[in-house]
């Protein structure tokens, strides 16, 4: 019995933590906006356990005393008149520290975005992320479905939309906010804590609303700059003669049509840049781990993993269904 309280008490503490909760702050705005959550469970708290205290009072009361007091109050009772008005202070009071609380809340969290060191364009799509860094040097490196962030540094994130409403939510870090499209929202990103957090699209946005989803590292500036600095690199040509022709049959051929791989012919824009595709830790927004078999089955049979995806089955011979998988998780 004791061990089972205890491990129920260890499930709720594991609750707060973790890789996608608000209430494990791992960034200014988290840490931000948890803090007014416990200002307003506080200032709540306190007005709830008051009101049940009186409740309790007067049933008391009702029960205990009310054959011996006079049934007919006065309405000019002065206790009853005082009582009210500290009440009613009381309530102001509460209302008060609420209001400013949510003030100095909002007010900071405007602050981040005027600080920003880093530009970040995430554009979403049914059902993934297309994230884009602004090069110092000029124009955007491409990524997509992962999210990197250096640990300390404010990233001012612009948000918009390839075609319905989104929202963009990585609870460890900062609050939610609108993918619109049409209407660019921006939110500020200050991570203070270095490891992975996941985010996930918090509108529901389609059939695959809930497989929306984006990792997030947030690693120490030198290790942030190293792999921008990779994701800049174009795709480089395999030495392997079987991969170079698994090259030709991704670059050159149906998968091209949708998406770009820098370095090659391939240039869609449909579909997520495969640049540095085995770089990342998921393929399909979240929905399978970065391996050969995951990348195999998704290309074969896309709408049985994620139903309703943009992405067509890719019919292959089973010698190119392996050479292309070899391929593409060579692809760092
Ligand atoms: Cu995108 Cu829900």
């Known amino acids: 019995m004791k061990r089972s309280v205890a491990i129920h008490l260890s499930w709720a503490l594991a609750a707060c933590q973790g890789a996608q909760t608000p209430l494990d702050p791992a960034g200014d705005q988290s840490q931000n906006l948890f803090s007014l959550f416990q200002l307003m469970l506080w200032v709540c708290g306190v007005a709830y356990a008051l009101v049940l205290l009186f409740l309790a009072w007067a049933i008391w009361r009702a029960r205990h005393v009310a ?11 002065r206790l009853i008149g005082r009582s009210l008005w500290a009440w009613a202070a009381l309530v102001l009071m509460g209302l008060v520290i609420l209001t400013t609380g949510s003030f100095l809340a909002d007010w900071a969290l405007s602050r981040g975005e005027r600080a920003a060191a880093l530009d970040i364009r995430i554009t979403g799509h049914q059902w993934w992320w ?11 490196i491409e ?71 984006f990792d997030v590292k947030v690693e120490t500036p030198a290790q942030f700059a190293d792999w921008l600095a990779r994701q800049k690199a174009v795709a480089m040509p395999p030495s392997d003669p079987a991969l170079r022709r698994a090259q030709q049959l991704v670059t050159e051929g149906v998968c091209a049509g949708c998406h770009r791989l820098r370095g090659t012919p391939a240039a869609g824009r449909a579909g997520p840049d495969l640049t540095h595709l ?7 927004a979240g929905t399978l781990p970065m391996t ?35 391929y593409l998780v060579s692809l760092k």
């Open 130 to 140: 297309r994230i884009e860094y602004r090069d110092p040097a000029g124009g955007w």
């Open 278 to 284: 085995a770089s990342r830790r998921m393929i399909a």
């Open 292 to 326: 050969r078999g995951a990348i195999q089955g998704w290309i074969a049979q896309p709408r049985a993993l994620k139903p309703g995806t943009m992405m067509p089955p890719v019919p292959l011979s089973a010698a190119d269904a392996d050479a292309v998988s070899r």
């Open 67 to 77: 054959g011996r007091i006079d049934p007919a109050i006065e309405p000019g009772d």
């Open 143 to 213: 990524t997509a479905n992962e999210l990197h962030l250096p640990e300390g540094g404010t990233a001012r994130v612009l948000l918009g939309s390839a075609d319905v409403i989104h929202s963009f939510w990585v609870p460890n870090v900062a609050g939610k906010m609108d993918v619109i499209p049409g209407k660019p929202n921006m939110l500020a990103l200050t991570p203070r804590r270095v490891g992975w957090f996941r985010g996930q699209c918090a509108e529901f946005c389609g059939s695959q609303h809930a497989l929306m989803a």
